[in-house]
């Protein structure tokens, strides 16, 4: 018997069932290769084709190109089903499906040279600083040179997409997208973390790379949703690029929580309460007390998700953006998400006891995975809250942080 959360598989605004039951095959095939993917540090060849077979990684690519062009609400439970199997597996599907987006807004020659021969192509979306030894062209484009680390999916797409500052004729730098074929950089193998280690978030190495004027696209308009009259007007997801791309992450550690609460349950029945006359520990009352407010966590972790992913959906079908207090509330709700699935597990691993942390055993690498994943950078270090206090009280969020 499992706990029956707050379901996500077919929310009211979801369509598609298909997809997410899909994404539940998959995860069978993740679930068995996870540990694989783990000291690999990168998804194992069967990982990865589960993804691409089951179609996962064309979640957000256009309809014209043979994608799915999915709304977030969606988006979300799809990755929240790969994250039962694999928390790396579904953070990859999700970072990848945030740079489809991005790649979608590009003009029409950079989509065709992305997808015009494979849909699941894809391009590997890093939000890190952006290059600076970036060297204007004369008739547009740019020659780019530089390091940008913490690139997910980098080990398997064929497309990467990482910021830089093109100097302009007059002023500051302006910053772009720079969309770039893996084969013209060098991906360094620096991702020697404890957590998430399937993801293979490698260093992405540039060296006199030249980005013609098709594959830069101006940062700050899609980081506020302001997509009108870019190539595909009818465009279904506005937002800020922050809601987009936190959607994505963490599907990733709501599936993960999700799992690690269906497993302790499980095993409630059959194992004993070490020092003491419980038998089974669903007998003990602490442990019950542990797995109901575990199973809270998730439940609110779930519903504030669904809300963001709601919130994305609803501007979109209306063609509206959303306000600035509105924006940072996403931000907060994702935050506030991966903060939730951190301390759920947590309390799992205490309650299922000290044989969680064995390394054969699927617990602990859910709680390295959640533990890394929450405290990426878009969920950290009090900003969101920082963020979102700001917008409340009337004054600008954004002279804390563009990522709103």
């Given at each position: 018997?499992?706990?029956?959360?707050?379901?996500?598989?077919?929310?009211?605004?979801?369509?598609?069932?298909?997809?997410?039951?899909?994404?539940?095959?998959?995860?069978?095939v993740?679930?068995?290769?996870?540990?694989?993917?783990?000291?690999?540090r990168?998804?194992?060849?069967?990982?990865?084709?589960?993804?691409?077979?089951?179609?996962?990684?064309?979640?957000?690519?256009?309809?014209?190109?043979?994608?799915?062009?999915?709304?977030?609400?969606?988006?979300?439970?799809?990755?929240?089903?790969?994250?039962?199997?694999?928390?790396?597996?579904?953070?990859?599907?999700?970072?990848?499906?945030?740079?489809?987006?991005?790649?979608?807004?590009?003009?029409?020659?950079?989509?065709?040279?992305?997808?015009?021969?494979?849909?699941?192509?894809?391009?590997?979306?890093?939000?890190?600083?952006?290059?600076?030894?970036?060297?204007?062209?004369?008739?547009?484009?740019?020659?780019?040179?530089?390091?940008?680390?913490?690139?997910?999916?980098?080990?398997?797409?064929?497309w990467?997409?990482?910021?830089?500052?093109?100097?302009?004729?007059?002023?500051p730098?302006?910053?772009?997208?720079a969309?770039?074929?893996?084969?013209e950089?060098?991906?360094?193998?620096?991702?020697?973390?404890?957590?998430?280690?399937?993801?293979?978030?490698?260093?992405?190495?540039?060296?006199?790379?030249?980005?013609?004027?098709?594959?830069?696209?101006?940062?700050?308009?899609?980081?506020?949703?302001?997509?009108?009259?870019?190539v595909?007007?009818?465009?279904?997801?506005?937002?800020?690029?922050?809601?987009?791309?936190?959607i994505?992450?963490?599907?990733?550690l709501?599936?993960?929580?999700?799992?690690?609460?269906?497993?302790?349950?499980?095993?409630?029945?059959?194992?004993?309460?070490?020092?003491?006359?419980?038998?089974?520990?669903?007998?003990?009352?602490t442990f019950?007390?542990?797995?109901?407010?575990?199973?809270?966590?998730?439940?609110?972790?779930?519903?504030?998700?669904?809300?963001?992913?709601?919130?994305?959906?609803?501007?979109?079908?209306?063609?509206?953006?959303?306000?600035?207090?509105?924006?940072?509330?996403?931000?907060?709700?994702?935050?506030?998400?991966?903060?939730?699935?951190?301390?759920?597990?947590?309390?799992?691993?205490?309650?299922?006891?000290?044989?969680?942390?064995?390394?054969?055993?699927?617990?602990q690498?859910?709680?390295?995975?959640?533990?890394?994943?929450?405290?990426?950078?878009?969920?950290?270090?009090?900003?969101?809250?920082?963020?979102?206090?700001?917008?409340?009280?009337?004054?600008?969020?954004?002279?804390?942080?563009?990522?709103?």
């Amino acid at each position: 018997m499992s706990h029956q959360t707050v379901d996500l598989a077919d929310p009211p605004t979801a369509g598609r069932p298909g997809l997410v039951a899909a994404a539940t095959g998959a995860a069978a095939v993740l679930r068995e290769q996870a540990a694989g993917s783990d000291r690999a540090r990168r998804l194992t060849g069967p990982a990865f084709a589960a993804l691409e077979g089951s179609g996962m990684l064309r979640l957000m690519t256009p309809s014209r190109f043979g994608g799915h062009a999915t709304d977030l609400s969606t988006f979300l439970a799809a990755c929240t089903e790969l994250g039962r199997g694999c928390c790396s597996a579904a953070w990859i599907a999700g970072v990848l499906g945030a740079g489809d987006f991005v790649v979608s807004l590009f003009p029409e020659q950079a989509q065709e040279e992305v997808w015009g021969d494979d849909p699941d192509a894809g391009s590997a979306l890093v939000l890190g600083a952006p290059g600076r030894d970036v060297r204007a062209v004369e008739g547009g484009g740019a020659v780019v040179s530089g390091r940008w680390p913490y690139a997910s999916g980098s080990c398997h797409t064929r497309w990467v997409t990482v910021l830089v500052a093109v100097p302009a004729p007059s002023g500051p730098p302006v910053v772009h997208f720079a969309l770039v074929p893996r084969r013209e950089v060098t991906v360094e193998d620096t991702w020697t973390v404890v957590g998430m280690r399937g993801t293979g978030s490698n260093t992405v190495v540039m060296d006199g790379v030249v980005v013609p004027p098709h594959r830069l696209l101006p940062y700050h308009p899609v980081l506020a949703g302001d997509t009108d009259g870019l190539v595909d007007p009818g465009h279904r997801y506005r937002n800020s690029l922050t809601g987009v791309f936190s959607i994505g992450l963490i599907g990733a550690l709501l599936g993960g929580a999700r799992e690690a609460l269906d497993i302790v349950q499980s095993h409630g029945p059959t194992r004993r309460v070490a020092g003491s006359s419980y038998t089974r520990q669903t007998e003990s009352p602490t442990f019950q007390l542990d797995l109901a407010e575990a199973a809270m966590a998730v439940d609110t972790a779930t519903l504030h998700a669904r809300r963001l992913a709601e919130t994305v959906d609803t501007f979109a079908a209306a063609g509206e953006n959303p306000d600035l207090v509105t924006r940072a509330r996403a931000r907060m709700d994702s935050t506030l998400v991966a903060h939730t699935c951190r301390g759920a597990v947590d309390t799992l691993l205490t309650a299922y006891g000290s044989a969680a942390f064995d390394e054969a055993h699927p617990l602990q690498r859910i709680w390295r995975d959640v533990n890394v994943g929450s405290r990426h950078a878009g969920f950290g270090m009090g900003i969101p809250e920082q963020i979102y206090g700001r917008a409340l009280v009337g004054e600008d969020p954004r002279r804390i942080s563009p990522l709103v």
